[in-house]
């Protein structure tokens, strides 16, 4: 086994455990490379099919190709598709575009709360009906006990410190300083009433691995991420009024890789794109109130 | 690319012996610096003039990782001609024991580092018993700073032999010994010349010396169930096996055996998506089977190939424990215990040996296990699950106990103990001889009863129309003037069982009550009744031993979930209830517990 599939293997398992473990059971998908491999983990998993919802956080400030790719293959692969939202913020324009909060509150309110409020079915979700080819109100409300996300270790200082399952209290706060042991393959899957927790199944890949994987399954990803003739591609995907291409002249995925290799984002973060991560506090004050 | 070979090193070690210092140094000689990092700090150190350390340069790296907040177990990347290492740098405070034992247990290597001046400390020790016990086979120790000890080998030595001393007394036989003085460099990337009487390897020699674990694929095959798949909603009839491969090897046409079950199949294909065709698999894939036949399997057992060395199976085991609960680990309590797949409850039955953490002591009288105290003791599941021994099989021998939600121990199983009394039997023994009847003989009670007294458990998978069943049924034995009581599952779990609240590791506790409930019941002549959903051959044996010296009946209805155990009686799921009603009633005639039975 080479490492890619070391890092499969442990990825499946992962997921399978989650999928034993948690009655309700959700996976969040961003549209990113990331999760779009994690999707593609999940079929592997089971056999080609995807047996757990996939919930997406719609801002409406998403890439419109992004949200065209989501629904494509919400229909293709047969995916219980669902999707969130903070219909009160934008109803009331409380965003950054609007120009009435800052980059830190916007995240805080299209994403933090909407993922909150859907996880814990508070507020509406939608769900893809694949007869009627559009999304209708879901029925289900149950608070989701196991969401799978896929953060991994190498992204981010605070990402670096997560377990493969990592409890969430009742207020939805993650204790850095006091998290459960994982002895050899064996997590926490077990839960208090009102807790839940995150699993990470891609705490272990790097960007390059990623890049990697998604060649050798040939897994389609959304066309930002290449070099459509302005060279500039983007590393890292979110809404457009606050996500920054990087120059770069990768076309394909071995280019992305040969670039990766070159070491020319050595020194630069992969998020650096992302302006909220350099705003006061920063993806970790993010993270601590429920973000990815 | 793709091939380029990774592993996991942790690094270990009382605090301030050194451990930043040599894992600064290590990216420093390796080159695996953020462009002008070194440069940086070494600046810095000048401007505040106090003197450069290597430590300050994982320091700075933490603090960027870390965005202000206290890194717990860092990761740092760094690599040789030789491979890819991910060096896990796990805390020395004991506070972050939790930390250290997540970091050791992904690791397939440890460096442990001794300060030469300030000797073995207690960490020294401590984080040496637990590398041993996560199984981590390699360890190289890394006597430190012998610049402060004069780069004396006799220092070295005696250090050394210390240390092999303590080492084998907790089975540990460590690959070798290198002097550094990580500050200075001595002995890091370079042979040092201030040591010439040394003649081992560096460290970044001794690191491209460590193997990865390939002799995994030679051992026995070892399979833990994780789950059965079947997506028939999505037009997909296979029924698949799913795990991960624990050891050895498998392929299409093989026999396989499932253990505890004893059920026996072959298997019939090797399953994946978006690979070519697999007639195959070995240790650490994850994969899927499907079986020659259908057989009703569940998850957590032990699919095996029977012609190889097969593993134990058993309810009570010694084992070596590591506890890290806030509460101490208790007799009398149960805990739910995770190996492998399989997970049962499980209570400690005997403390045979321990080490204390606070002054690591051995005392062989303690009465409970503490906190980060190293425990040799008798472990007992509720039912039995099959294991190796970790002298057999290491990944199918370990094992983690879940109190109140949280892992709160972890160990590996030194020895199957089956052969001996439980903790049940002992109990029931116990119970019996002390069993103060009245003055009314059951005997006596039948005949003014018109009936004998009777356990009747109907069980089957939820849905199969088990419950209005055996509600019918006790309306008509009450219709035909016999004592009958049918009991709700549900009405305990709010009443009786209300203590034990939604916990999933009190299943044997609320199997228990139910069998004492039916020892009262039947011992006050009533014919008992009751459903169990998805009992298995352990539940049965449990309620049967339990409400000794009574007799139980067990009706089953659809699959035949039972691997030994035979029915009573085998009834179809979603049937005619009139019709099952008479064919319980008739079993009761040809049993002799009731006479005649009238619609």
């Not at chain 1, 969130?84 to 009331?92: D, I, K, T």
């Not at chain 2, 040996?353 to 002054?359: F, G, Q, R, Y």
């Not at chain 2, 799921?573 to 009139?578: E, H, L, Q, S, Y």
């Amino acid at each position: 086994m080479d490492h890619l599939d070391k890092l499969e293997a442990q990825s499946v398992y992962i997921l399978r455990e989650a999928y034993r473990e948690f009655k309700s059971l959700c996976m969040l998908w961003s549209i990113g490379k990331d999760s779009t491999v994690m999707l593609w983990l999940a079929r592997k998993a089971f056999f080609g099919h995807v047996p757990i919802p996939l919930v997406h956080i719609d801002t409406h400030y998403k890439i419109p190709e992004m949200i065209e790719y989501r629904d494509r293959f919400a229909l293709e692969w047969n995916l219980n598709m669902i999707y969130g939202e903070n219909s009160e913020a934008l109803a009331e324009k409380l965003t950054f575009p609007d120009g009435n909060t800052d980059r830190i509150t916007c995240c805080k309110y299209l994403k933090s709360e909407a993922l909150k409020h859907t996880l814990s079915g508070e507020w509406p979700r939608y769900r893809m009906d694949h007869e009627q080819r559009r999304y209708v109100v879901d029925k289900g409300r149950d608070p989701y006990t196991g969401v799978i996300v896929g953060v991994r270790a190498d992204e981010e200082g605070s990402r670096s410190k997560e377990r493969y399952f990592s409890p969430r209290d009742k207020d939805n706060v993650w204790d850095v300083g006091d998290q459960p042991p994982e002895f050899w393959n064996q997590f926490k899957t077990d839960f208090a009433p009102g807790t839940h927790v995150r699993i990470h199944p891609l705490l272990d890949w790097t960007e390059q691995n990623i890049w990697e994987y998604v060649e050798r399954e040939k897994i389609p990803v959304v066309s930002l991420y290449f070099n459509q003739g302005a060279s500039t591609r983007y590393r890292s995907l979110g809404c457009y009024p606050c996500t920054n291409p990087v120059l770069s002249d990768a076309r394909t995925v071995p280019e992305i890789i040969d670039e990766l290799k070159s070491g020319k984002f050595s020194n630069i973060a992969e998020r650096s794109g992302r302006a909220q991560d350099s705003e006061d506090g920063g993806l970790e004050t993010l993270r601590r109130d429920g973000y990815m | 690319m793709n091939g380029r070979a990774q592993m996991n090193i942790v690094i270990v070690g009382h605090v301030d012996h050194g451990k930043s210092t040599v894992i600064g140094r290590l990216l420093a000689d390796t080159g695996s610096l953020p462009q002008g990092k070194l440069e940086a700090i070494k600046e810095s150190c000048r401007r505040n003039s106090k003197p450069f350390e290597y430590a300050f340069l994982l320091d700075a790296l933490k603090d960027e990782q870390a965005q202000g907040i206290t890194i717990d177990m860092a990761r740092c990347f760094f690599n040789t001609a030789a491979r890819d290492y991910i060096i896990i740098d796990a805390p020395g405070h004991i506070e972050f024991l939790k930390n250290m034992i997540t970091g050791a247990s992904r690791a397939e290597a440890a460096l442990l580092v001794i300060d030469a001046d300030e000797g073995i400390k207690e960490n020294s020790k401590r984080h040496g018993q637990m590398v041993s016990m996560l199984g981590v086979k390699q360890v190289t120790v890394l006597v430190n700073k012998m610049d402060l000890a004069g780069f004396s080998e006799d220092v070295f030595e005696k250090l050394k032999a210390d240390y092999t001393d303590f080492l084998s007394r907790i089975k540990v036989t460590p690959v070798s010994f290198i002097p550094v003085s990580a500050r200075e460099g001595d002995n890091i990337a370079s042979l040092s010349e201030r040591m010439a009487w040394y003649k081992g390897s560096t460290v970044l020699e001794q690191l491209d010396q460590f193997t990865s674990d390939k002799e995994l694929q030679e051992k026995p095959f070892r399979f833990p169930v994780q789950d059965i798949y079947k997506f028939t909603r999505s037009n997909d009839d296979r029924r698949i096996v799913a795990g991960t491969v624990a050891a050895g090897s498998i392929q299409v046409g093989d026999e396989v055996l499932f253990l505890p079950s004893g059920k026996q199949s072959a298997i019939q294909s090797v399953e994946s998506f978006n690979t070519s065709p697999k007639h195959f698999a070995s240790a650490g894939e994850a994969s899927g089977f499907t079986l020659a036949t259908q057989i009703y399997v569940r998850p957590g057992e032990l699919m095996v190939n029977p012609a190889e060395p097969l593993p134990e199976v058993g309810n009570r085991f010694r084992v070596n424990l590591f506890w890290l609960g806030r509460a101490p680990m208790i007799k009398q309590k149960e805990y739910k215990l995770k190996l492998g797949s399989a997970r049962s409850t499980v209570k400690l039955a005997e403390i045979c040996n321990t080490l204390d953490a606070s002054d690591l002591s051995y005392s062989k009288s303690k009465q409970q296990i503490d906190c980060r105290d190293v425990s040799e003791c008798i472990l007992e599941t509720s039912r039995p699950i099959a294991f190796d021994t970790t002298s057999a099989s290491e990944s199918t021998g370990r094992f983690v106990i879940i109190d109140n939600y949280e892992i709160a121990g972890g160990g590996i199983v030194v020895e199957n103990l089956s052969a001996g009394e439980s903790l049940l039997q002992q109990h029931i023994r116990d119970r019996e001889n002390k069993w103060e009847a009245g003055l009314v003989r059951a005997e006596q009670r039948a005949e003014v009863n018109r009936h004998r007294a009777k356990f009747i458990v109907f069980t089957g998978a939820p849905g199969t129309g088990k419950r209005a069943v055996a509600k019918a049924f006790e309306q008509g034995l009450f219709q035909n003037g016999m004592n009958a009581y049918y009991l709700g599952v549900a009405n305990i779990d709010r009443g009786l069982d209300a203590d034990l609240g939604s916990q999933s590791d009190s299943a044997g506790e609320r199997l228990r009550r139910i069998g004492e409930l039916a020892r009262i019941f039947t011992d006050a002549g009533l014919i008992f009744i009751t459903t169990i959903d998805d009992a298995d051959d352990y539940d049965i044996e449990t309620l049967k031993l339990l409400n000794e010296p009574n007799d139980i009946l067990v009706v089953n209805h659809g699959e035949n979930g039972f691997s030994r155990f035979q029915p009573d009686l085998q009834l179809v799921a979603g049937g005619a209830v009139a019709d099952a009603v008479h064919l319980v009633a008739d079993l009761l005639k040809t049993k002799e517990i009731i006479i005649d039975y009238q619609i």
